[in-house]
């Protein structure tokens, strides 16, 4: 095993949508042939920060992946991720008794001390760190979500929010277009986003010099733990890591280029 990485046991690995799935873990306690005891080891995490994933040895070696804390409830860590290679369609294959390895909790997480009346927006797959947010922060709380068809995953937070706001990109469910484009900046004071660059660039754009707005960034990752700088992004104070500096950014902080 890598060192640094534990191993832990699928609880399920479900397909919620089109390239959608929701895999549960816990951690190790047995000693056989498959798995081992990792002492002392329980998922931990705060909203906005991540793991790295990988398949145990046994399987097709791949880089790990960085997927976002989406919950942490009982002892069981949950995540949502989309199959887009070889790596995350390796996992989406993976059964309820399997393994992984996984390394964290890893980056810095959301601030927690808001106050006033804030605005998650989420786009795609970004809505998975959002929900356990949205659950943690003791704020009042208005969730605009987008999604290009099939919807996921809001009734996951409906209980923790006071609106939930839905578009999708061919009308089928809220909004008919982008979650840009119902997002009422003058009803916040704070506004927090993660999602597709493009989309969360349009919030950066809508809330300046509004209101802060926290970004949690997706950038590739290879390591996770700032070492191979693959992850480096501008910001107004120079080049920053993703993974050990953010993910989660103040919006005013960071440099685009166009």
Known sequence: MKEGYKRGVIESNNQIASNIYEIKLRHCTMIDSVNLTDEGFSFKGKPGQFYMIRGREAL?????????????????????????????????????????????????GFNMNLKGKVAIISGGIGIAPMVY?????????????????????????????????????????????????IFKSEKYDIALTCG????????????????????????????????????????????????????VFLGKELVFND
């Open 60 to 108: 097709d070696p791949f880089l790990p992946r960085p997927i976002s804390i989406c919950d942490i409830s009982h002892g069981i860590i949950t995540f949502l991720y989309e199959v887009r290679g070889k790596g995350t369609h390796i996992i989406s294959k993976l059964r309820p008794g399997d393994t992984l390895e996984v390394l964290g909790p890893l980056g810095n």
């Open 133 to 181: 947010l949205a659950k943690k922060l003791d704020a009042s709380i208005d969730f605009y979500c987008g999604f290009r068809n099939e919807t996921y995953y809001t009734n996951e937070i409906k209980d923790y929010v006071k609106n939930i706001f839905i578009s999708t990109e061919d009308g089928s469910v809220g909004h008919r277009g982008f979650i840009t484009e």
């Open 196 to 247: 597709p660059l493009p989309m969360m660039k349009k919030v950066l754009d809508i809330c300046q010099g509004r209101m802060p707005l926290y970004m949690s960034m997706e950038n590739p990752m290879a390591c996770g733990i700032g070492t191979c700088l693959g992850c480096t992004i501008k910001t107004t104070s120079g080049m920053k890591r993703v993974c050990k500096e953010g993910p």
